[in-house]
C-alpha cells in the first residue's frame, strides 16, 4: 500500500536499483538524465501536435466551421502532415544575414520551451527535477526565449524582422514585470520557490486562485502577452509587418518557432496550474496517484481553452494600448497584490482568517481595478468627442 501511495518516486528508485545491480554509478546518472530527457522531449512533441489540432478544432467552431477533418480520424493526422510539409520545404538564408544568429535563434527557442518542462509537476513524485528554486528557474528561462526571437529579429537583415525584434524587447520584458510579481504572490503565500512545494502548499482544496483571483487574472493576461498570441501578436503582426520576426524563415526552421509558441503556451498553461490551481491536487489523489496526472491533464487543458479563447474572439490591441495594459493596470495590481500578500503573511492570524481576508482584500483590489480601467476609459471616450465636435 505504501509503494501505492508514492508510485511514481517508488517506480523510479526501483528502476535506479535495477540499473545499480549491473551498471557503475556514473552510467546509472546518465542513462536516468537521459531517459528523464527523452520522456520530457516527447511529451512536448506530443502535447504540440494535440494543441494545434485542438486549437483549430476549437477555433474553427466558434467560427461555425469544421476545422480539420480530412487526414485521418477527426483529422487528428491533419498536424503531423503539416509538419512533414514543412520539414521538406527548402531551407534558405537570406544574403546578408547574420548567419550564426540566424540559426541559433530557432533552436534557442524550443531550447528554452523544452527545459521549462523540467520543474513542471505532472503528479505526486512525478517531475523532472524538483529544484528548491524552481520558480526562478522558469523566470529565467523564460528570458531566453525572449533573447531568441531578439535574435530573430537582429540575425535576418530585414527590416519588418527587426522592427519585430524591437517589440518583442518592449511587449515581453513589459509584460515579465507583472507576471513574476504574480508568481512572487504564490511562492510568498507558499513560502517556497519549489513548483512541489507550492502544489503541496495548496492541498485540501486550498487553491491559490480562490485566496487570490487578482493575481491569477494578471498571470493569465501577461501570458498570453508573453506568447505573443492574439490579442497581444504585435511581433508579428500580418497588418503592419508582414510575420514579423520569423519572416525570413523558412522549411524547419519556421517549425521551430511554431514549435516553441504551442510547447510556451502549454508550459504556461502548465505553470497557471501549478501556482494558482493546485496543480495535481485533487480528490482521491493519496490512494491512486494516477488521478493525480489527470486532474493536472485537465486543469491545464482548461487554462489552454482560455489561451484559445483569447485568440479565437478578442481583435488585436494597438501598440499604445498594449504598453497602457501593462505599466498603468497590470505593474501597480501587480505591485498591491504582493504587498497585499507580503503584510498578511507576517500577520499571526490563523490559516482560515488569513484565507478569508486575503480573498476579501484580492476581491477589492480587483474591483478597484476595473471600476479605475471603466473611469478611462469612459474619459478617453469623452475626450474623443470633445475634439471631433
Known amino acids: 500500500m505504501d509503494f501505492v501511495a508514492d508510485l511514481f518516486r517508488n517506480v523510479g528508485a526501483a528502476f535506479i536499483r535495477w540499473l545499480s545491480g549491473f551498471l557503475p554509478e556514473w552510467a546509472v546518472t546518465l542513462i536516468n538524465d537521459v531517459l528523464v530527457a527523452v520522456i520530457l522531449l516527447l511529451i512536448g512533441l506530443n502535447v504540440?501536435?494535440?494543441?494545434?489540432?485542438?486549437?483549430?478544432?476549437?477555433?474553427?467552431?466558434?467560427?461555425?466551421?469544421?476545422?480539420?477533418?480530412?487526414?485521418?480520424?477527426?483529422?487528428?493526422?491533419?498536424?503531423?502532415?503539416?509538419?512533414?510539409?514543412?520539414?521538406?520545404?527548402?531551407?534558405?538564408?537570406?544574403?546578408?544575414?547574420d548567419w550564426w544568429t540566424y540559426n541559433l535563434a530557432p533552436v534557442l527557442s524550443v531550447f528554452a520551451a523544452v527545459m521549462l518542462l523540467a520543474v513542471i509537476p505532472f503528479g505526486a513524485g512525478l517531475i523532472g527535477e524538483d529544484l528548491n528554486v524552481g520558480v526562478l528557474y522558469v523566470v529565467a528561462l523564460g528570458s531566453v526565449g525572449s533573447m531568441a526571437i531578439l535574435m530573430a529579429g537582429w540575425g535576418s537583415n530585414n527590416k519588418y524582422a527587426l522592427l519585430g525584434g524591437f517589440r518583442v524587447v518592449a511587449q515581453l520584458l513589459?509584460?515579465?514585470?507583472?507576471?513574476?510579481?504574480?508568481?512572487?504572490?504564490?511562492?510568498?503565500?507558499?513560502g517556497t520557490l519549489s513548483m512541489q512545494g507550492i502544489v503541496q502548499a495548496q492541498s485540501g482544496?486550498?487553491?491559490?486562485?480562490?485566496?487570490?483571483?487578482?493575481?491569477?487574472?494578471?498571470?493569465?493576461?501577461?501570458?498570453?502577452?508573453?506568447?505573443?498570441?492574439?490579442?497581444?501578436?504585435?511581433?508579428?503582426?500580418?497588418?503592419?509587418?508582414?510575420?514579423?520576426?520569423?519572416?525570413?524563415?523558412?522549411?524547419?526552421?519556421?517549425?521551430?518557432?511554431?514549435?516553441?509558441e504551442f510547447m510556451n503556451t502549454f508550459t504556461l498553461s502548465a505553470i497557471a496550474t501549478t501556482l494558482f490551481l493546485g496543480g495535481w491536487q485533487g480528490p482521491f489523489v493519496g490512494n491512486v496517484p494516477v488521478l493525480g496526472v489527470a486532474y493536472f491533464v485537465v486543469k491545464v487543458l482548461v487554462v489552454y481553452t482560455l489561451f484559445t479563447w483569447f485568440r479565437g474572439t478578442f481583435p488585436r490591441v494597438r501598440i499604445d494600448q498594449l504598453m497602457a495594459l501593462a505599466w498603468k493596470v497590470?505593474?501597480?495590481?501587480?505591485?498591491?497584490?504582493?504587498?497585499?500578500?507580503?503584510?498578511?503573511?507576517?500577520?499571526p492570524l490563523p490559516l482560515p482568517v488569513q484565507s478569508l481576508v486575503l480573498f476579501g482584500a484580492n476581491l477589492a483590489l480587483l474591483l478597484i481595478g476595473l471600476g479605475l480601467i471603466g473611469r478611462g476609459l469612459r474619459l478617453s471616450v469623452e475626450r474623443r468627442r470633445m475634439a471631433a465636435t
Do not use: C
Not at 497581444?232 to 521551430?256: Q, T
Open 48 to 97: 504540440v501536435l494535440f494543441a494545434i489540432w485542438y486549437e483549430r478544432k476549437v477555433i474553427a467552431r466558434m467560427q461555425d466551421r469544421l476545422g480539420p477533418n480530412r487526414a485521418g480520424p477527426a483529422g487528428l493526422l491533419q498536424t503531423p502532415a503539416d509538419a512533414m510539409k514543412l520539414l521538406i520545404k527548402e531551407d534558405i538564408t537570406p544574403a546578408g544575414a
Open 174 to 190: 513589459s509584460y515579465e514585470i507583472p507576471m513574476v510579481l504574480a508568481m512572487l504572490s504564490a511562492v510568498l503565500l507558499a
Open 205 to 260: 482544496g486550498r487553491w491559490f486562485i480562490f485566496l487570490m483571483p487578482t493575481a491569477f487574472l494578471i498571470y493569465l493576461i501577461s501570458a498570453v502577452a508573453e506568447t505573443g498570441r492574439s490579442p497581444f501578436d504585435l511581433i508579428e503582426a500580418e497588418s503592419e509587418l508582414v510575420a514579423g520576426f520569423h519572416i525570413e524563415y523558412s522549411g524547419m526552421k519556421f517549425a521551430w518557432f511554431f514549435l516553441a
Open 330 to 347: 497590470l505593474v501597480p495590481g501587480a505591485l498591491a497584490n504582493l504587498l497585499l500578500v507580503a503584510l498578511l503573511v507576517k500577520l
